[in-house]
């Protein structure tokens, strides 16, 4: 390890929250280029240093002691003060890294007394975890017969109005024009509707007939035509979902509960939960117009067009529409394998988990106002996500079946 007392230093600066964005860009470099054996040394010469004098802490209790200052310096909300305000994501994702080294090289122990989640080596625990979401989805065709995607083989799976539908090795479902031409295709004037629904705990990727990649988060869908109309691609989707539209002249058009976006070959992600009060639109790449469906004529609800780096926010319910500059790779960070909190309040933060690890969500007491920052990856089961936001020290978690109570 090159120079290890001052990583040490800034490591250990880092930890009290008192580094410099020099000494921060110092480190985070460290940490993408370093081994998991330097990284766990570090660790360790750190929970060393956890000892003070007179002091004789067991392993546990300084491995405890350590990944909760780490934690507690991701995870929890700035109040404004200090360095770590200005953090972009890159940064998070370096910091998180460090702290899920506890748990990826077994350096840190659940508390087996004391805490509300269940332990990895607590083996009763084991068995009332969650596990986190996979792959499912159900195909519901045009004559109303559905397939479990999940439980279908890779391969050909039905061939309808000359559209094959085939499952690919990595579970994709996959439209292709077949025996006909796109022309011949659409002189047919019924039109014939499929749709791909996820369940709560549930994701899945499709490639449409035109060639457009779609992602679906939980508990989403999306209807589309077996054979786009030649003027227009259109599509309607409920929940989350991510879109890599293939680039052609007829626009492509997304329609939700509130707002239709057009493009013509661009990446954005849609949210669009009912349950959620604001629609979502993030832009990747290209570009794409929001247009709101509302009767009511104001200035404030005419149709926008976004930027690379752009959120649309429309309120269907107060009529109104807003856009902003964000970091669109934090839009999408669920179809990359992690979720994301940025300033983000706990009901929004449990609803997302509710829908991930199919789970329902009861409060006791008080945690309105409650705010987090950080990430964590989908595919932990749910009770490393929750002492995450636990290691805060101000809000807590208990499990009882697939029921999740949060608490102050």
Same mark, same amino acid.
């Given at each position: 390890?090159?120079?290890?007392?001052?990583?040490?230093?800034?490591?250990?600066?880092?930890?009290?929250?008192?580094?410099?964005?020099?000494?921060?860009?110092?480190?985070?470099?460290?940490?993408?280029?370093?081994?998991?054996?330097?990284?766990?040394?570090?660790?360790?010469?750190?929970?060393?240093?956890?000892?003070?004098?007179?002091?004789?802490?067991?392993?546990?209790?300084?491995?405890?002691?350590?990944?909760?200052?780490?934690?507690?310096?991701?995870?929890?909300?700035?109040?404004?003060?200090?360095?770590?305000?200005?953090?972009?994501?890159?940064?998070?994702?370096?910091?998180?890294?460090?702290?899920?080294?506890?748990?990826?090289?077994?350096?840190?122990?659940?508390?087996?007394?004391?805490?509300?989640?269940?332990?990895?080596?607590?083996?009763?625990?084991?068995?009332?975890?969650?596990?986190?979401?996979?792959?499912?989805?159900?195909?519901?065709?045009?004559?109303?017969?559905?397939?479990?995607?999940?439980?279908?083989?890779?391969?050909?799976?039905?061939?309808?109005?000359?559209?094959?539908?085939?499952?690919?090795?990595?579970?994709?479902?996959?439209?292709?024009?077949?025996?006909?031409?796109?022309?011949?295709?659409?002189?047919?004037?019924?039109?014939?509707?499929?749709?791909?629904?996820?369940?709560?705990?549930?994701?899945?990727?499709?490639? !449409?007939?035109?060639? $457009?990649?779609?992602?679906?988060? +939980?508990?989403?869908?999306?209807?589309?035509?077996? =054979? *786009? /109309?030649?003027?227009?691609?259109?599509?309607?989707?409920?929940?989350?979902?991510?879109?890599?539209?293939?680039?052609?002249?007829?626009?492509?058009?997304?329609?939700?509960?509130?707002?239709?976006?057009?493009?013509?070959?661009?990446?954005?992600?849609?949210?669009?939960?009912?349950?959620?009060?604001?629609?979502?639109?993030?832009?990747?790449?290209?570009?794409?117009?929001?247009?709101?469906?509302?009767?009511?004529?104001?200035?404030?609800?005419?149709?926008?067009?976004?930027?690379?780096?752009?959120?649309?926010?429309?309120?269907?319910?107060?009529?109104? !529409?807003?856009?902003? $500059?964000?970091?669109?790779?934090? +839009?999408?960070?669920?179809?990359?394998?992690?979720? =994301? *909190? /940025?300033?983000?309040?706990?009901?929004?933060?449990?609803?997302?988990?509710?829908?991930?690890?199919?789970?329902?969500?009861?409060?006791?007491?008080?945690?309105?106002?409650?705010?987090?920052?950080?990430?964590?990856?989908?595919?932990?089961?749910?009770?490393?996500?929750?002492?995450?936001?636990?290691?805060?020290?101000?809000?807590?978690?208990?499990?009882?079946?697939?029921?999740?109570?949060?608490?102050?």
């Amino acid at each position: 390890m090159d120079h290890p007392e001052e990583i040490n230093r800034l490591f250990n600066r880092f930890i009290e929250n008192k580094s410099s964005q020099e000494e921060l860009k110092e480190l985070f470099n460290y940490f993408h280029t370093s081994s998991e054996e330097d990284l766990r040394f570090l660790i360790v010469r750190e929970m060393e240093l956890q000892e003070g004098p007179g002091e004789e802490k067991g392993e546990e209790v300084k491995m405890q002691d350590l990944y909760r200052q780490i934690s507690a310096t991701i995870n929890t909300k700035s109040s404004g003060k200090g360095c770590i305000a200005q953090w972009n994501r890159w940064h998070v994702s370096a910091a998180a890294a460090v702290a899920i080294i506890f748990i990826a090289t077994g350096l840190y122990l659940w508390n087996r007394t004391t805490s509300p989640i269940p332990t990895a080596g607590d083996k009763k625990a084991q068995t009332s975890d969650i596990q986190p979401g996979t792959n499912k989805a159900v195909l519901t065709l045009a004559d109303g017969k559905k397939i479990a995607l999940d439980d279908a083989k890779a391969g050909h799976l039905v061939q309808l109005s000359g559209i094959s539908v085939t499952k690919t090795a990595d579970g994709q479902i996959v439209y292709n024009m077949q025996n006909a031409g796109p022309d011949k295709l659409c002189q047919q004037k019924e039109v014939h509707y499929n749709s791909i629904t996820t369940p709560a705990g549930g994701q899945f990727q499709v490639i !449409l007939p035109d060639g $457009t990649k779609v992602w679906l988060n +939980a508990a989403s869908g999306i209807r589309f035509p077996m =054979v *786009f /109309n030649p003027e227009e691609r259109k599509v309607e989707m409920t929940g989350e979902v991510y879109f890599e539209v293939a680039a052609k002249k007829i626009p492509f058009v997304v329609s939700t509960r509130g707002q239709d976006v057009e493009v013509l070959g661009t990446h954005f992600n849609i949210n669009a939960y009912p349950e959620e009060k604001d629609i979502r639109t993030t832009l990747l790449e290209g570009r794409v117009r929001v247009s709101p469906k509302t009767t009511v004529k104001s200035s404030a609800l005419r149709s926008q067009i976004l930027k690379p780096g752009e959120q649309s926010v429309n309120n269907p319910n107060t009529h109104s !529409l807003s856009v902003h $500059t964000v970091d669109a790779e934090e +839009a999408i960070a669920w179809k990359n394998g992690l979720l =994301v *909190f /940025n300033d983000t309040d706990i009901g929004t933060i449990m609803r997302q988990i509710s829908r991930w690890y199919n789970v329902d969500v009861e409060y006791v007491g008080d945690v309105k106002g409650k705010q987090f920052a950080g990430s964590v990856s989908r595919y932990d089961n749910v009770s490393q996500v929750l002492a995450m936001l636990e290691s805060t020290g101000v809000i807590h978690f208990k499990i009882e079946g697939r029921r999740i109570t949060v608490m102050p």
